[in-house]
């Protein structure tokens, strides 16, 4: 049975930067527009690297719960909650900066966003007047890291994009396969005998209350203890898993040409971030 399915990779993700690659590049697009904005004469902070195990990283990998809660651990100490950071999962001292766009004034706006007409492109900023790069700051630092995507998760994975459409296309098709939604009545029975009644794995916070609390409830550890518990003897994240690749390798089959053209394209933003990341000793 495949319990661990955080560690398990869907055959799309072959034309993905990695969930690291991804946190790497939207540090690096921070730095960089902090470079930037510097020349100007602003501020702006920028939070250190988040670690490999760090919620960051978490929340661009696909398989993190995409059925559902599968950790043991997580759901005893979070329910359905996402875990919260702490000093062993991010870099040391990291915080966030809290800093946000309507923070800045409106020339440091007009520096960091770029202008809206040619007219609006010489700026007075604390270092004088200044002539804006083309898209601002944030247009700078998009062309350093030599990015052809508007998705920090590479090629392709932009709303509309071929390995954002596999990937939506995928999940929906395999929920209504037989064999998964087989394993969905098989987990609803387990749940059955924990005293839940719950028809869908995806639906079993839908009448919750605490998940829309800072913490969750005791009763709410305990469905999500149930949860995982009947996941694990279902197997129903291996089987949903197994699924969802069947279809991902038709469509990336189907698509092969286009997904080579992807992969170049990916590979070379990863050589960029790599470069990028060593020039800064990250």
Known sequence: MVFDIARLHLPVETYMLTPYETVEYDHLSHLLLGDCMRRFGFDYP???????????????????RRYGLTDDAEARTWGYHR??????????????????????????????????????KVVQTPS??????????????????????????????????????????????????????TVFHAWASCMKSHGYEVRSPLQVTADL???????????????AVADTACKKDTNLAGV???????????????????????????????AVIRRLANSRHL
């Open 83 to 120: 875990p919260r950071q702490t000093p062993s999962t991010r870099s040391r001292g990291a915080t966030a900066t809290g800093k946000k766009l309507m923070d800045y004034p409106p020339a440091a706006r007009l520096v960091l966003l770029g202008a809206a007409s040619t007219a609006h």
């Open 240 to 270: 949903w898993y197994a699924v969802e690749s069947d279809y991902q390798k038709a469509a990336i089959t189907e698509n092969r040409s286009a997904l080579a053209a992807i992969k170049n394209k990916v590979e070379a933003q990863a």
């Open 209 to 223: 209350a605490s998940i829309r609390s800072p913490a969750p409830s005791a009763e709410e550890i305990s469905r």
């Open 46 to 64: 920028v939070a250190p690297l988040p670690g490999r195990n760090s919620t960051a990283v978490l929340g661009y990998t696909i398989l993190y």
């Open 128 to 181: 004088g007047e200044r002539t804006v790069p083309p898209g601002g700051c944030a247009g700078e630092a998009y062309r350093r890291l030599e990015s052809s995507s508007a998705s920090p998760q590479g090629p392709g994975s932009e709303p509309g994009g071929l390995v954002s459409r596999i990937k939506r296309k995928s999940f929906a098709d395999s929920m209504h396969d037989s064999r998964v939604t």
